[in-house]
């Protein structure tokens, strides 16, 4: 959400501090990390605003680099995913925040629809939705930049 590293790591050592202040408040019946996500997302949320910052791209994103090895290693396919890794990066530049912020917990945190929901406060057939056209828009974002799509 926040674009670069350093904003995410304030966001997160703030979210940290607003979920210590707050843990009086937190339901043992409900799971941790939704609760704690919603903290962070909504944190995340109020800087953006107050430091009216923009999404920015980022040439490498560590969470996808931990991903697990090709079995075809050498320049060309590092170059190949790395061109890849970019032009997700401007398509998911150029969707809204909405859009946006839906895609990176599905698929780059890997939260389930039951959790999406929890943390940004809607019913989960609303998640499917959101999540069924902010995967369109991403598609049309990679079109205008003339990404060929499957």
Known sequence: ??????????????????TYDTLHRYDLRRP???????????????MLRSRKAKFKVEALDERLEQRP???????ERSRQRN???EMLWQGLELI????????VLKELEGFRYTEIAQILEIPEGTVASR???????LRDALL???VEYP
């Open 96 to 103: 809204g925040t909405e859009h946006r912020e839906i895609l």
């Open 69 to 75: 090895a090709d079995v075809e290693r050498g320049p």
């Open 131 to 137: 999540l069924y056209h902010a995967r369109h828009a």
């Open 32 to 46: 941790f990390g939704p609760w704690f996500f919603q903290i962070l997302r909504n944190q995340c949320r109020d």
């Open 144 to 146: 205008g930049l003339n």
């Open 1 to 18: 959400m926040m674009g670069n590293d350093q904003d995410a790591q304030d966001a997160l050592q703030e979210a940290f501090i607003k």
């Open 83 to 85: 061109a890849a890794r």
